[in-house]
C-alpha cells in the first residue's frame, strides 16, 4: 500500500481533501458545487492493473484532448504526509519515501506535490488550470488521486480520480468526483458550472476505457 499527500497553502480553495468526504454530494463545500460519476470498467485484477497504469501517467486527462505543460515535482525531498481512509477522515502520517516513475513518453507519473498547468477546450469551454497533486493512493484494490487548483482557472475547486477493484464482485469501477466554486463571470450563470464539468467526465470515461462502460 502506498499514500501519499502534499498539504501546503498555495491552492486558492479551503477544503482540501474533501472530493474524499462521503456527504459531499449532501454537504458540498460553501458555494461550491458537486459532481460525481461511477462507471463500470471491466473486470479482474489485468484489467485494474491496466486502468490504474493508465490513470497514473495522466491518461484521463491526456487523451481527453488536454495539454500537459510545466509539471514539476514537489519542491524538495518528496513529502507523504496526512491521508484519507474509505470514509474521508484523515489517517496517520506516512514518511514513507516516494520513487518518481516515468511513461514511456517521459512523462512523470502523478506524484503527490507536483505541479502542472493544463490547456485546452471542452466544448467550447475553457479547461485552462494550474493544478497541485493533494493526494496518490496505491493500494492493492485502489489506486486514485486528487487535483486541486491554484489559479488560472474558471473555476476553483478539486477533484479525484479512483479505480477500484472491488472484492466482492471482482468488478473493475471508475470514479470521479469534484466540486467547482465558479470564478469567471460567465460560469456564475446557471448551469455553465455543471455544463463544463459534465462534458469533462464523459471525456475521462472515454480516455480510461474506449470501448465500453455501464454508467450509474
Excluded: C
Amino acid at each position: 500500500m502506498r499514500r501519499g499527500t502534499f498539504r501546503e497553502g498555495t491552492v486558492d480553495y479551503a477544503a482540501v481533501g474533501a472530493t474524499h468526504a462521503p456527504d459531499l454530494m449532501q454537504y458540498p463545500p460553501e458555494r461550491s458545487i458537486p459532481a460525481e460519476a461511477s462507471w463500470r470498467l471491466g473486470s479482474g485484477e489485468e484489467r485494474f492493473r491496466t486502468a490504474g497504469e493508465s490513470l497514473l501517467s495522466w491518461t484521463a486527462q491526456r487523451a481527453a484532448g488536454l495539454e500537459l505543460r510545466d509539471v514539476r515535482p514537489a519542491a524538495g525531498s518528496a513529502y507523504t504526509g496526512v491521508s484519507f481512509d474509505a470514509e474521508g477522515a484523515p489517517i496517520a502520517p506516512n514518511r514513507t519515501q516516494v520513487e518518481q516513475r516515468f511513461a514511456a513518453d517521459g512523462m512523470p507519473f502523478v506524484a503527490p506535490g507536483m505541479t502542472l498547468k493544463l490547456h485546452g477546450r471542452v466544448k467550447g469551454m475553457r479547461a485552462d488550470a494550474e493544478l497541485r497533486v493533494i493526494s496518490v493512493t496505491e493500494e492493492r484494490r485502489r489506486v486514485g488521486f486528487v487535483l486541486g487548483t491554484v489559479g488560472g482557472s474558471v473555476v476553483s475547486g478539486e477533484e479525484s480520480f479512483d479505480i477500484e477493484w472491488r472484492e466482492d464482485t471482482d468488478e473493475v469501477w471508475f470514479t470521479v468526483r469534484a466540486f467547482d466554486a465558479p470564478v469567471a463571470l460567465l460560469y456564475r450563470l446557471p448551469g455553465m458550472v455543471r455544463r463544463r464539468r459534465r462534458e469533462l467526465f464523459s471525456l475521462y470515461l472515454r480516455a480510461i476505457s474506449p470501448l465500453y462502460a455501464t454508467p450509474i
